[in-house]
């Protein structure tokens, strides 16, 4: 399966953000979509989601012989601010996600199944979201996408904000899940991708850019991508 976005354009005012994008996403990897703050990478994360308009562009899933336009259960969403529900429990969450979806879930689990998955303690299992930390918000907002299993998982900053322990235990269930779907991790710290992603993609003057990671690992060749990103800043 893969997932094509072809022609991609989206101005605000006169600022052309989005340059007729044409690209071509593999299941089964990582993609770090890498780019300077404000370079536009959640803009092309709202505009697959379909939460802001396009000026421009088709979006299409490939799966062998097929080919079909996304539609809204392709994509999942990990936003850099968790949005979950405070004051329902994470079972009561899960629950009703669980409910609402359950003839579209595959391979459906137990709720302490799926908690297990993300390392949410049992005395945790039953507490109201607003009491929960901001690492085990955003793990709760993986694991609804965990359930519904997206052909295509955004992931705009998910790690920006999270300790050392939660990062590494979030990284490490993106590689267990990504088999048989594409995942877009989005974010500006060149070192994270460089560790947790199969492919790189750089986001620089509203056009996507595939980039070599062994020459990532090149001092001189790493410069040169800093500068072009530090230029797009001052245009």
């Known amino acids: 399966m893969n ?4 022609k991609l354009s989206k101005n605000f005012e006169k600022k ?3 340059k007729n994008i044409s690209f071509t ?3 089964g990897k990582i ?6 703050n404000g370079a536009g990478k959640t803009t092309l994360f709202n505009c697959v989601n379909r939460d802001i308009k396009t000026d421009g562009g088709y979006f299409y899933i490939h799966d062998g012989n097929q ?3 996304v539609v809204a259960h392709d994509i999942g969403y990990v936003l850099s601010t968790p949005t979950v529900p405070a004051f329902l429990t994470g079972r009561e969450f899960i629950k009703f996600f669980i409910e609402i979806n359950e003839k579209d879930i595959k391979n459906l689990k137990s709720i302490d199944e799926y908690f297990d998955m993300i390392n949410i303690e049992n005395e945790d299992r039953d507490k109201l979201i607003k009491d ?3 690492g085990m918000k955003n793990k709760m907002q993986m694991l609804i996408n965990i359930i519904a299993q997206p052909n295509v998982l955004l992931l705009d900053e ?8 939660v990062a590494e235990e979030m990284k490490q269930l993106l590689r267990t899940i990504k088999t048989d779907r594409v995942i877009i991790f989005s974010t500006h710290i060149m070192e994270l991708a460089l560790d947790l992603c199969d492919e790189i993609v750089i986001l620089n003057h509203g056009v996507l850019e595939v980039i070599d990671k062994e020459e990532l690992n090149n001092t001189e060749f790493k410069a040169k991508i800093i500068h072009a990103l530090q230029e797009e800043e001052h245009v």
Do not use: K, N, Q, W
């Not at 997932?3 to 072809?6: L, M, P, S, T, Y």
């Not at 998910?158 to 322990?165: F, G, N, Y």
């Open 158 to 165: 998910p790690l920006t904000s999270l300790d050392v322990v």
């Open 67 to 69: 080919e079909r336009e």
């Open 132 to 134: 929960y930390s901001h």
């Open 25 to 27: 996403f593999e299941s």
């Open 3 to 6: 997932f094509a976005i072809e």
């Open 31 to 36: 993609y770090g979509l890498l780019g300077r």
């Open 16 to 18: 052309e953000v989005l």
